[in-house]
């Protein structure tokens, strides 16, 4: 429950700062004149955070817990799959109003707009790494090998969040709420995966 409350009420206390106009907008500011210098890595690794990168990871995600779970017989296999296609479908629907809706300006760095709060490539990194670690998690019989792929998608979406402050895209508040926006819907991937089993084909009953 805390993971599920506490990123909410975090994305609620910023959005009021952006709204307000608050006293966190000033440090925002300076650590974003701190760490922006564009070149080209950043932008390598803000375009990890592209529609057109991250979903297709998601995708090949997708299929393999599909397959696994269907050969493996493992109970409500389809589960787990069809609420991360839901929950990665559901991001732009929260993304886009609140853009709207805070209608923040961009860095000094960037062409004059508004609406880059909060940063949509982060919460799409977020939820589409993140949901293909917690769906192919269960499949991995080997601790090394289950640290490995959750340590790759952390270096995946911090990657992308350095990128896209280092380069300007995002003040690094932008980013922040785009961690608490994507930390909800994998709260729910994870119970949901948890009580749809792990791997293990259904057993018979036995005699008594």
Known sequence: MLLLVLPVVLLALITWQVLTDGPLLRPDAEASRALVHPDGFSQFLSDLGNVQVAVPVLALALAAALWLGRVRGAPRWWLPPLTAVVLMALVPAVVV????????????????????????????????????????????????????????????????????????????????????????????????????GRGQPKQADQPK
């Open 97 to 196: 109003p609140l853009k709207e809706w805070t209608d923040r300006p961009g860095t000094p760095v960037v062409p004059p707009a508004t609406g880059y709060f909060p940063s949509g490539h982060t919460a799409t990194a977020v939820v589409a790494y993140g949901s293909a670690a917690l769906l192919l998690l269960p499949w991995l019989r080997s601790p090394a090998a289950r640290r490995a792929l959750a340590a790759g998608c952390g270096v995946l979406v911090l990657g992308v969040s350095y990128g896209l402050v280092r380069h300007g895209y995002h003040w690094p508040l932008d980013v922040l709420a785009g961690w608490c926006l994507g930390a909800v819907p994998l709260a729910l991937l994870a119970r949901v995966t948890s009580r749809s």
